[in-house]
């Protein structure tokens, strides 16, 4: 929890310190992984326990110590660990929603053929660092707290110093704008994987771009708690599309269904495309 903060918004702190954003990094301890096992087809056998994976292959054991647990769990869980000073992403992750293990996206679905390979992929500091400032609020406060997002604020409440700002630009920092420029105004056609990341949709979609960025994350989105189930946004919708602006439209809830589509670009994940239809 954002202490300091508590102090004078005890409620709003309570409710961002259970949510996905403020368990989206934490030391491992066995969570989601402990006490499991999962055999790769070429016979690779990962073995968990409360702090180390170890993995056999050809009757030979090797073992590693897990260092952090990235992902709050919701969604998926990946591993990083430390290795004769590199960090690797770990090529196994898990998915509770599907209540297994399996691949961690990005890497290959090729049965591992090397001890190393099937530890992971080695991160550069420079990558592992980005995966840090993502997905913890300082070096010393893993997860995403107050000050993430709303600055130290050291002289606050006596000087306005904290950060206010809504614009889509903050949620992308970790949330990901384009890294590049799409030759086609319908990001997910030319890259599916693309609906990952929701600013990429949305500052795509008609919406955003009619609203002059009047439209953003937080239209829809408190940023202190989870995100809800989709019919329970048609109210931001209406709010400029009103009964008489969708009379043709035969349903009457759940705009998000047809308007923002979900799908599956990558094993086992399912996403909210937001580049509103």
């Known amino acids: 929890m954002g ?33 499991k096992t999962l055999r790769e087809r070429a016979g690779t056998l990962y ?3 409360a702090n180390k994976v170890a993995i056999t292959r050809g009757g030979i054991r090797r073992e590693a110590v897990i260092q952090w647990l990235f992902g709050a769990g919701h969604f998926a869980r990946t591993l990083l660990l430390r290795q004769e000073g590199r960090w690797v992403e770990h090529r196994v992750s898990q998915y509770p929603l ?29 990558n592992a660092q980005r995966c840090f400032a993502c997905h913890s609020t300082s070096p010393t406060q893993p997860g995403i707290h107050c000050q993430r997002c709303h600055g130290e604020g050291e002289k606050h409440p006596a000087e306005p110093t904290i950060k206010r700002t809504k614009d889509v630009a903050l949620c992308a920092e970790c949330h990901r704008s384009p890294l590049r420029e799409y030759a086609s105004p ?21 919406c955003y ?7 953003t994350c937080v239209t829809c989105h408190d940023p202190h708690t989870d995100a ?29 269904d047809c308007h923002m589509p979900r799908s599956s670009p990558i094993p086992l994940l399912t996403f909210t495309d937001h580049r509103i239809r």
């Open 98 to 126: 599907a209540g297994r293990l399996s691949l961690t996206p990005g890497h290959s679905p090729q049965p591992a053929d090397t001890f190393d390979t099937a530890f992971g992929i080695v991160q550069s500091d420079v």
């Open 47 to 49: 073995t968990y326990s």
């Open 209 to 215: 771009q009619a609203s002059k960025g009047a439209l």
């Open 3 to 35: 202490a300091p903060c508590a102090t004078c918004h005890a409620d709003k702190a309570h409710i961002q310190s259970i949510s996905r954003h403020a368990n989206a990094l934490k030391p491992y301890d066995g969570t989601g992984f402990n006490g």
């Open 228 to 256: 809800r189930p989709a019919m329970t946004y048609d109210r931001k919708c209406l709010g400029c599309h009103t009964a008489a602006k969708k009379q043709d439209c035969p349903r009457t809830a759940n705009c998000a």
């Open 186 to 206: 319908e990001p997910e056609i030319e890259d599916p994987a693309s609906i990952r990341f929701a600013p990429i949709g949305l500052t795509a979609s008609k």
